[in-house]
């Protein structure tokens, strides 16, 4: 197994290192300042777009609806478990290098929402089809058309075997056993070195049957589902890590002072400053773009869906996900871990995942250690089902267009994703998180190129929707 991790570590170090951050963040560059800034200058305007329906336009699900399949996507243990593992190996300062991946990727997100609409295609039944490899077939040109099949195929590969399934099971089975059952007294059985307890067990089970339940009934149900639980655990878990700042308000300083101190490397010695940057760079950006999906191409297969003809509104609606995700959720979590040392007593005692964060949980506030860790487990639970299920639509979006929409391989495939789920909580934390990421990278990389290649479709649709919104206010109503 160290054998296997090891080769893991070199495809992911390939697969994130300088050319991939220079193709996401450059391409989060061009599109910022060929948009003007955009996502600063019609935040407002998107946040208040984000919760008001359109009439009129064709679709599957409202624009909120599929708002809340995105981020019930993205809203995980990315920003959990992710956030934590981030800052264990890049220091405080990948909290940095997120926050600013997030701001360039706001806009990425917002091309990527555009382009989905500007090129879906509804079929007789009025079901959606959109996302990269719509926009890169058709934008791009035929010619094309083999990178967006590759597109597809790491989207599908993402979905069954990485961010979609098992690194969320993983991570409400650990928050579940870290709960009831942290000292593993209770084991059912074992797999080489590793002790898997009632607790584990019962949980992929009763995570794996909701899963089914919900994904057979296609993006309404699980529209239905996310407009519900989504808003809510959000909410419910930004309220908590607010009032653990507060009540650690005084530590605030020290954790931002370090966050900017390890993001260039200041901490380390001379010698080492460079690497030290670079290591937080790449698990900021990394896992930033894990928790956002900013760049992957995985949000405008949602937003294809939106009931909408405007392609510009549904992007300002799409890039708000990544606000919340990142820029709030993700934040609140690398603080809340700051202010209570929880990085450090976590290097002390060898803890990782959902642990480091559970510990934040439960020294943040005056409560005992069994509450935070109760509410940990329950935010974690309800993010990482949500994002199974988003995944479940964009894999098998990915393959209805390879497939050209056969229901029969549709159906397999939802009992394989199913099948990934279950077997999930059996892997390595480390090596299935790793591959999530290699899937990620491999999956970004046909979008990005077609991202950059359709950039000035994306300024010249924005341009031309703000034209129109001077003579038709009504265009934002």
């Known amino acids: 197994m160290d054998k296997f991790n090891e080769i893991l570590g070199q495809i992911n170090d390939l697969a994130w290192g300088v050319p991939m951050l ?20 019609k935040l407002g305007l998107a946040l208040k777009l984000m919760v008001k329906s359109e009439e009129g336009g064709e679709g599957e699900v409202s624009s909120f609806g599929a708002l809340c399949t995105a981020m019930a996507a993205t809203i995980g243990t990315g920003n959990i478990v992710g956030v934590a593992g981030a800052m264990m190996v890049g220091g405080p300062g990948a909290l940095f290098w997120m926050f600013i991946a997030a701001c360039l990727g706001m806009a990425t997100k917002y091309a990527e929402g555009l382009l989905a609409v500007k090129y879906r295609t509804i079929d007789s039944k009025g079901v959606a089809l959109g996302g990269p490899f719509l926009y890169i077939e058709k934008g791009m040109g035929p010619k094309w058309k083999w990178l967006a099949k590759l597109f597809a195929i790491f989207g599908i590969g993402a979905g069954l075997l990485g961010i979609g399934t098992m690194t969320q099971v993983n991570g409400i089975t650990a928050a579940v056993q870290n709960y009831f059952d942290p000292e593993k007294a209770n084991v059912l059985f074992s797999i080489g070195e590793n002790d898997y307890t009632w607790s584990t067990v019962i949980a992929a089970v009763v995570v794996t049957v909701a899963v089914a339940l919900v994904v057979i009934g296609g993006i309404q149900r699980i ?13 419910m878990y930004v309220v908590v890590c607010v009032a653990i700042l507060i009540s650690n308000i005084s530590a605030i300083p020290d954790a931002v002072a370090s966050i900017f101190r390890s993001a260039f490397g200041l901490d380390a010695a001379a010698g080492g400053m460079l690497g030290a940057l670079f290591v937080a760079m790449q698990k900021g950006v990394a896992r930033g773009v894990f928790s956002n999906e900013a760049g992957l191409g995985s949000a405008p297969i949602a937003a294809a869906a939106a009931r909408t003809k405007e392609p510009v509104r549904q992007g300002l609606i799409t890039m708000t996900g990544t606000f919340m995700d990142t820029i709030i959720i993700c934040m609140m979590t690398g603080l809340t871990i700051l202010v209570t040392n929880s990085h450090v007593t976590a290097a ?14 439960g020294e943040g506030l005056p409560w005992s250690q069994s509450v935070g860790s109760f509410i940990l487990m329950l935010c974690l639970a309800f993010f990482a089902f949500t994002t199974i299920l988003g995944w479940d639509y964009y894999s098998e979006r990915c393959l209805a267009y390879l497939t050209k929409g056969n229901m029969t391989a549709q159906k397999v495939f939802k009992w394989l994703y199913v099948l990934a789920v279950l077997i999930g909580p059996f892997l390595t934390v480390t ?47």
Not at 22 to 34: A, P, Q, S, W, Y
Not at 227 to 235: C, K, Q
Not at 350 to 359: D, F, L, R, S, V
Request: proline fraction near 3%; hydrophobic fraction near 55%.
């Open 223 to 235: 529209a239905s589902v996310t407009t519900i639980v989504v808003p809510f655990m959000a909410i």
């Open 431 to 477: 090596a299935v998180w790793t591959i999530a990421e290699i899937l990620n990278g491999f999956m970004a990389i046909p979008n990005l190129i077609g991202l950059l290649a359709l950039s000035g479709v994306v300024a010249a649709e924005t341009r031309s929707f703000f034209a129109r919104l001077k003579d038709d206010p009504k265009l934002v109503k």
């Open 348 to 361: 002390a005692k060898g803890m990782e995942g959902a642990e480091i964060t559970a510990n934040a949980f």
């Open 22 to 41: 220079c193709l996401i963040m450059g391409t989060g560059i061009i599109l910022t300042v060929r948009l003007g800034g955009l996502q600063f200058r």
